[in-house]
């Protein structure tokens, strides 16, 4: 294989969000097995199994402790919210050292 196609072979494919729901739609109302629709569609089967899963958690169908996407948007706002606060804070605190230093 030569390299070029082993760059498209490898690249990886972003999908649309409509694709995504009506490959999981394609399994979940039509009772279709998921391996069956993703060789028709031509993606991983693995890769439509996590889409099946998560749209079954957003529906309510989830195990324990599991997020649904707007719970996993939630929480990387709030993750880059706290690293940015932290990062506020200290340097602040270098600031207030600083001043503090400089008065002395």
């Not at 899963?53 to 989830?62: E, L, P, S, V, Y």
């Amino acid at each position: 294989m030569e390299t070029n196609e082993r760059k498209q072979a490898t690249k990886r494919r972003r999908h649309s969000p409509e694709f995504k729901a009506g490959a999981v739609r394609l399994v979940v109302e039509q009772e279709k097995k998921v391996s069956e629709v993703a060789r028709d569609l031509g993606i991983n089967r693995t890769q439509l199994d996590t889409w099946v899963r998560q749209a079954r958690i957003d529906a309510g169908q989830n195990p324990n402790g599991a997020l649904t996407t707007a719970e996993r948007e939630e929480l990387a706002r709030l993750k880059k919210e706290n690293r940015e606060l932290r990062m506020e804070r200290e340097l602040l605190k270098k600031a207030a050292a600083f001043f503090a230093k400089e008065n002395a």
